[in-house]
């Protein structure tokens, strides 16, 4: 019902910064949660962040919190994810999701299977 367009991957050195956003269309989303995923090769997709509207409550995985930030802005439909301090661990590629099964009801969803919507993902990758 949605479709999920991801931008702003590229290759870059450890410490540097890169916005990656997410631009919807065919459907209003700002009463739905969306996050960022990403699967590095030969792992399993694991949850980056998460976000709501209102209330404007985030979440993020440990591996990440203290140096990417969520954000959204529902007037252009898109979703950002801004990830400082860039470490090699952190290359993968990234994915844009939106949970449309529900409005937002309290609790941010932090799991793959939550998820009903799915971009195609951009490549980020870090060097040393």
């Known amino acids: 019902q949605v479709q999920l367009v991801e931008s702003g991957g590229g290759l870059v050195q450890a410490g540097d910064s890169l916005r990656l956003s997410c631009a919807a269309s065919?459907?209003?989303?700002?009463?739905?949660?969306m996050g960022w995923f990403r699967q590095a090769p030969g792992k399993e997709r694991e949850f980056v962040a998460a976000?709501?509207?209102?209330?404007?409550?985030?979440d993020y995985g440990g591996s990440v919190k203290g140096r990417f930030t969520i954000s959204r802005d529902n007037a252009k439909s898109t979703v950002y994810l801004q990830m400082n301090s860039l470490i090699p661990e952190d290359t993968a590629v990234y994915y844009c999701?939106?949970?449309?099964?529900?409005?937002?009801?309290?609790?941010?969803?932090?799991?793959?299977?939550?998820?009903?919507?799915w971009g195609q993902g951009t490549q980020v990758t870090v060097s040393s």
């Open positions: 999701a939106a949970d449309l099964s529900t409005p937002y009801h309290g609790r941010l969803p932090t799991e793959r299977s939550e998820y009903t919507d």
């Open positions: 065919g459907r209003a989303i700002s009463a739905y949660s």
């Open positions: 976000i709501s509207w209102t209330p404007s409550h985030t």
